[in-house]
């Protein structure tokens, strides 16, 4: 079943406008990325990652039931980031042509620095997306900040189209205040015909009635896309996926091609683009054109200066690829290629799949490769 992709903030530029303008400011970072596209996968790299992740803060004022987060002591694991030292890590960091400010945290807990640090990616026309709960939006003019700091692609996530089902899952949050949050952003936005947000829904079994009503009430919260999200993972956490993967067994067979037709013919009535993401389709052991990319081209910082595969582990305490000394010196260059991450690349490339990463892989081809 073909189903349509989430698409890239529509805002007032597109990725490829920013991405010419930012290869244009500098020119080690054009260079960096002709290096990345001529690459052939290998465990030493001669460019440094062109995406990168980071963690601003690693705390959340939510404790979402399929999240790892809520499982960390009040909600916190090591805090906000030293904005001193990210800033110094990013001037280093010469090949970032597109950056996602957000971790496992909610990034709205922070300051004006927040807003700031975007500003300061967007003078380099780097490529800026973020995702929040939406939660704090209300709070000393964050919604205004928001759309003024030239963000160009946010993420909220809508996980109920009732005030019982949104907070049975994303617990401690206020339905209300939430949904009105977002209209708020999305209008302030619209105004300058800056079409970036997007509300995402983790499916799952308290919430697979109610898709159809979330329509409604993401189009009535004004955002212009909602994406159905079909799978839930474990941040790298076997006990965690397994029972995340109890609450998502029944979503194939709850959305057939026939209520795929529905939900999208329903968002056209709604003025809203309607987009899924699947991880069916998963990474292939068995050639290098299928392994997965994160180890040959992105990164992900943790708001404690830590390095982590990729957002799908997320937490550094479950497993991480920082060398002993990067917190203290903060070389990219000599951590994209220390010994952790070269390791880590042979294994993919061998079909040797670390296990924090094989839900991931498909399974029989991993087996063929032994």
Known sequence: MHLPKPAAGNGLTTQAEELEKCLGLNQQTRDNYLRYKEYKKGKVLNFLPIRMDIETVSACNFRCKMCTVSDWKNGKRAGFIDMEKLDKIIENQYGLTEAKLTGLGEPMLHGDEYFELIKKLRKKHIWVRMVTNASLLHIDN?????????????????????????????????????????????????????????????????????????????????????????NL????????????????????????????????????????????????????????STVCPWPFERIYLTSDLRLVPCCMIGDPDTFELTPKDFVEDRDFEKAWNSNEYQNFRRQHLLGEIPEVCRNCYNCSTMEQTH
Do not use: M
Request: with cysteine; hydrophobic share 35%; proline share 1%.
């Open 233 to 288: 993972h474990g941040w790298g956490r076997e006990d965690l996926l397994e029972e995340n993967q109890k609450k998502t067994i029944d979503n194939k067979s709850a959305i057939d091609i026939e209520r795929v037709e529905r939900l999208i013919k329903l968002g056209t009535k709604n003025d809203i683009r309607i987009s899924f993401w699947d991880v069916a389709d998963k990474f292939d052991a068995s050639k290098e």
């Open 142 to 230: 964050k919604s205004k900040k928001l759309a003024e700091s030239g963000v160009n692609d946010i993420t909220i996530s809508i996980d109920g189209a009732t005030k019982e089902t949104f907070e049975k899952i994303r617990r401690q949050s206020k339905f209300g205040d939430v949904i009105e949050n977002c209209r708020e952003l999305n209008e302030r936005l619209a105004k300058n015909n800056n079409y970036i947000s997007k509300a995402w829904c983790c499916v799952q079994g308290d919430n697979i009635n109610e898709l159809e009503k979330i329509v409604e009430v993401a189009s009535n919260a004004k955002f212009p896309e909602l994406t159905f999200s079909l």
